[in-house]
Nanobody, 124 residues
C-alpha cells in the first residue's frame, strides 16, 4: 500500500525548533520530488519546501528561507523538515506529498500522493 506518514509536530514556543518526518511505505521516496506544505486555519494550502529526486536541490518559500531545512535519508525512506526560529505564523497542519513531475515546484496541484498531516502550533 502506497502511503506517506508525517510525524514530529507539536506545540512549541516562538523561537523554538521542531523536526518533521515524512516516511513512505510501499514505494521508494527517493524516486520522487517530495514537498512539504502547510495549511493554517481559514487559509489555503501553501507550499513550504521541496527537494529534488535527482540531485537534492531544494526550494523554499520566501517566508521560511534561512529558518527551515529540507533533507532526505534514503536508507530510512524519509524526508525531513527541520524548522528553526519558529514564529506564530508558522502554525498550521503540515503535509508532505510526492510530485507528479520531475521538476521542483511548490504548487500543490503538481503533487498527488499526500500524507494525513501533522499539527504544528507555535505559541507562548
Amino acid at each position: 500500500q502506497v502511503q506517506l506518514v508525517e510525524s514530529g509536530g507539536g506545540l512549541v514556543q516562538p523561537g523554538g525548533s521542531l523536526r518533521l518526518s515524512c516516511t513512505a511505505s510501499g514505494f521508494t521516496l527517493a524516486d520522487y520530488v517530495t514537498g512539504w506544505f502547510r495549511q493554517a486555519p481559514g487559509k489555503e494550502r501553501e507550499g513550504v519546501s521541496c527537494i529534488s529526486s535527482v540531485d537534492d536541490r531544494t526550494v523554499y518559500t520566501t517566508s521560511v528561507r534561512g529558518r527551515f531545512t529540507i533533507s532526505r535519508d534514503n536508507a530510512k525512506n524519509t524526508v525531513y523538515l527541520q524548522m528553526n526560529s519558529l514564529k506564530p505564523e508558522d502554525t498550521g497542519v503540515y503535509y508532505c506529498a510526492t510530485a507528479r513531475y520531475t521538476w521542483l515546484s511548490l504548487a500543490s496541484v503538481d503533487y498527488r500522493n499526500w500524507g494525513q498531516g501533522t499539527q504544528v502550533t507555535v505559541s507562548s
